[in-house]
């Protein structure tokens, strides 16, 4: 290896030395910057929220989570943040996802032989490490990972009991009172010591291209100036080898003028890559500088979207507090923001010995106008009606509060669906709440115009009076809630005080809801059949199934008891399925016995009638092989008066598999010529009701003959029920109306009864004694002809 090689060779590899050196120090510069700038953060961030101590204290789940986010969000290497209590027990944690699962150091080897108020900082080995991040934590000997635990200061005394929020709030507000602090918990923290690393990398890099560049530059002037260096030496050894070689035949002379100058011209070169490297250093500088400027002004802008997304925070997280106390159909206040204000009203009551009162609100029949109207109507009302209870309790909107003539002040708010809470101040007697109530009703009972159509309301209202009656919010709200409940069984309308003999009645209903939704499971549900008789020939020509409940204790319960249960605690649906499957299976059971029965009729809720109705009939007619016109499904006039496109598009479905559709009650809700020429029905039943009615004068009658004038001319056929009396078949007979159910021939019988009803001739033989007693008994009330 020549001279210069060598020359070359060390200066290369001390340049390569320093800039491993240069390099490794501003990484573990840049590291140690870092690691202890995230220590300060932490420090910082516990030191600037005085709300800390409530986190601990209260140790609410949504502010202990929000708490252990905004720590550990703090840094991209802080794996898992963790809230201990004063003792070290844990009160939450929360971890990136790559670090879940990892065991959490115990608490007395993060603080031993620290006093409380001190910082903990303990170095561990090991731990999980993101899988991108494999091959640096390596290369760095280990994962390692910095616990943190820094302790959480109170200002208030936590071992005291009953502590509130505004024992905190005082002592806050007033530091110069507080004499001693205390620690109330710690915040833990820890640091991915590879993390740290990574994020240290764009600095490593950019000092490692930078001495790249400059151990290029040195090597390329080094190179140039040892060939300088060594040309003299080697024109020597040339001409040394030619004198050795006896080719120099004439003498060399080498002067020192010589030797200056080359030395001089070595300089020279040496000088004039210097200067070339100088000014080279002066644009990098430059361009270092312009690169600089640029950084600064992307950091500039980068501050003001921060800024920027900092104010959307603030206002979503105003927007978000509106949301979690506030209704948002009404603006009222919510279930949670009312059961705050009222907690704190009855402490101050009960400080004060004074009564607070509570209206429950619920608005009577609100669904029957959301079925009728839609869902959008529905929700235009409720808005008017928090308006008019607004304008009834308050007159401004601060605080939904207001003073009236009684002195006394009233909170509304919405619970939810169409109930409303009015809590009443400062009240006397319960006389003053019944007069707040009365006048609330009177507000609710004025005509609504929705859709440009004119409704009327009435509102059921319970009273319930703190401390008479309840002394917390929860019993307080169930007594009100009772009061309301017992308001609507009185027929709606009503405004009822609580009274304790209501809680009796609520437990026989709870024990009855209990043993109702295990009486499909143990088969207590029987059903009874009542018999379609043609009263001129006596044929049976269908049978209504009927359901009942055979309880083990009171045994059979009345439908109208239990059904409506069903209804609100959605066992309709499998009570309902019950009954179709088990009349199909009856009907074919009798048919297969040799009786004769041309249809069976089964009731059918308005909440069964959804999209899965037509499959489940399908699936009945299948699994009991009964032929579809042999079935026939009475509706309600609740579900045809709806005239959805659904509702329409699933009763041609029945009708398409061959089913019959009888209109049930026809005339007792809400009556409309629309929907039976819109349907395809089979069928009118003409309700007990109107029966009951004709003994009540010749209007009735003549309402009768209209509904039975208006069956025929659309082709329907006509069933009357609740005929009891030879008068009011007489009547019917006599609009040539024949097909008869009712007590006058059978009341609700078992299959097996209904076995021996259907004998040949059995009701004809009863249609005979029927005439004759008739033909001997001039008494009867006699009803007006056709």
């Known amino acids: 290896m020549s001279i210069a090689a060598k020359i070359n060779a060390l200066i290369a590899l001390l340049a390569v030395l320093a800039g491993l050196s240069l390099t490794l120090f501003v990484g573990q510069r840049d590291y140690s910057y870092q690691r202890d700038a995230l220590i300060l953060s932490v420090s910082s961030l516990v030191g600037s929220q005085p709300h800390l101590q409530l986190t601990a204290y209260y140790r609410e789940p949504a502010d202990v989570q929000r708490t252990l986010d905004e720590f550990l969000n703090l840094s991209l290497a802080v794996k898992r943040t963790v809230l201990y209590d004063g003792q070290g027990e844990v009160i939450g944690e929360q971890s990136l996802p790559w670090a879940s699962g990892s065991t959490l150091p115990r608490f007395i080897d993060l603080r031993k032989d620290l006093s409380p108020m001190a910082r903990g900082k303990v170095t561990l080995a090991g731990g999980p490490v993101p899988a991108d991040l494999e091959l640096l934590s390596k290369l760095t000997l280990g994962e390692k990972t910095t616990s943190l635990t820094l302790p959480i200061i109170s200002v208030v005394d936590p071992t005291k009991k009953n502590l509130g929020r505004e024992d905190f709030a005082a002592a806050l507000a007033y530091p110069e009172l507080v004499s001693s602090v205390y620690v109330i918990g710690y915040i833990g923290v820890e640091v991915s010591n590879t993390v740290l690393w990574s994020l240290t990398l764009p600095t490593v890099a950019l000092s490692a291209g930078i001495g790249l560049a400059v151990l290029f530059v040195f090597w390329l002037l080094t190179r140039i100036i040892t060939r300088r260096i060594t040309a003299p030496l080697g024109m020597l050894a040339r001409v040394a080898d ?19 100058r080359d030395i001089s011209e070595v300089l020279n070169g040496i000088i004039t890559g210097l200067h070339t490297y100088t000014r080279q250093m002066d644009a990098d500088r430059k ?54 204000q009222l907690t704190l009203l009855l402490r101050l009551a009960q400080r004060g010995s004074q009564n607070v009162g509570l ?45 009236d003539d009684d002195h006394s002040v009233m909170d509304l708010s919405r619970l939810g669906g169409d109930e409303f809470t009015v809590v009443l101040n400062h009240i006397e007697s319960i006389d003053m709440a019944k007069r707040v109530a009365g006048r609330l009703a009177s507000a609710i009972a004025e005509p609504f115009v929705i859709d440009r159509q004119e409704i009327i309301v009435t509102s059921s209202i319970g009273i319930a009076i703190a401390p008479d ?63 379609q008789v043609n009263a001129r020939s006596g044929e049976v020509s269908g049978a209504e199934s009927l359901v009942r409940w055979n309880h083990p204790d009171q045994g059979l319960i009345p439908p109208f008891k239990w059904i409506p249960i069903a ?121 007990r009701s109107f029966v009951l009615g004709l003994a009540k004068g010749k209007q009735n009658a003549e309402l009768v003959r209209a509904i039975i004038a208006m069956a025929k001319s659309l082709g329907l056929e006509i069933v009357v029920e609740g005929v009891e009396r030879m008068e009011e078949l007489e009547f019917f007979l006599a609009q040539d109306v024949e097909v008869i159910q009712g007590f006058l021939f059978s009341q609700p019988v078992t299959v097996t009864q209904l076995r021996g009803l259907l004998s040949p001739h059995h009701f004809r033989r009863q249609l005979e004694r029927l005439n004759g007693s008739a033909s001997k008994d001039d008494d009867g009330i006699q009803l007006e002809e056709a």
């Open 242 to 260: 030619d004198i050795a070689a006896g080719k120099q035949s004439e003498p060399l002379s080498i002067r020192g003028s010589g030797e200056i």
């Open 287 to 340: 361009m270092l500088s312009m690169k600089v400027d640029e950084r600064t002004e992307q950091l500039s802008r980068r501050k003001e979207e921060l800024d920027s997304a900092e104010q959307k925070v603030t206002e979503t997280r105003s927007k978000l507090r509106h949301a979690a106390y506030f209704d948002n159909l009404t603006s009222l206040p919510n279930r949670k923001l009312f059961t705050e």
């Open 359 to 403: 209206l429950h609100v619920n608005i009577d029949n609100f669904k029957r106008i959301n079925d009728s109207l839609g869902s959008a109507a529905g929700d235009q009302l409720l808005r008017e009606v928090s308006e008019r209870l607004a304008a009834g309790v308050r007159d401004s909107d601060v605080l939904h509060r207001r003073s």
């Open 469 to 531: 009656h309840a002394s917390d919010v929860e019993t307080l709200l169930r007594a009100a809630d009772t009061a309301m409940v017992n308001a609507k069984k009185r027929g709606r309308s009503r405004v009822v005080v609580y009274d304790d003999s209501m809680e009796s009645a609520n437990r026989e209903r709870l024990q009855l809801e209990n043993d109702l939704r295990r009486a499909v499971e143990l088969d207590q549900l029987l059903l009874h059949y009542q018999p």
């Open 567 to 687: 209804e609100e605690l959605g066992l309709i649906e499998d009570v309902g399925e019950w009954v179709l499957r088990r009349a199909c299976a009856d009907l074919v059971e009798l048919r297969a016995s040799g009786h004769s029965i041309p249809k069976v009729s089964v009731n059918v809720s308005a909440l069964q009638f959804h999209d899965e109705f037509v499959d489940t009939v399908r699936s009945a007619l299948a699994d009991s092989g009964l032929p579809p016109d042999s079935l026939e499904i009475e509706l309600t006039e609740g579900i045809m008066v709806s005239n959805q496109e659904s509702v329409v598009s699933m009763v041609q479905s029945l009708k398409n598999l061959g089913i019959r559709l009888s209109i049930d009650d026809f005339g007792t809700g809400y009556s409309s010529l629309s929907y039976l020429t819109r349907f395809p029905l089979d069928e009118l039943k003409i309700d």
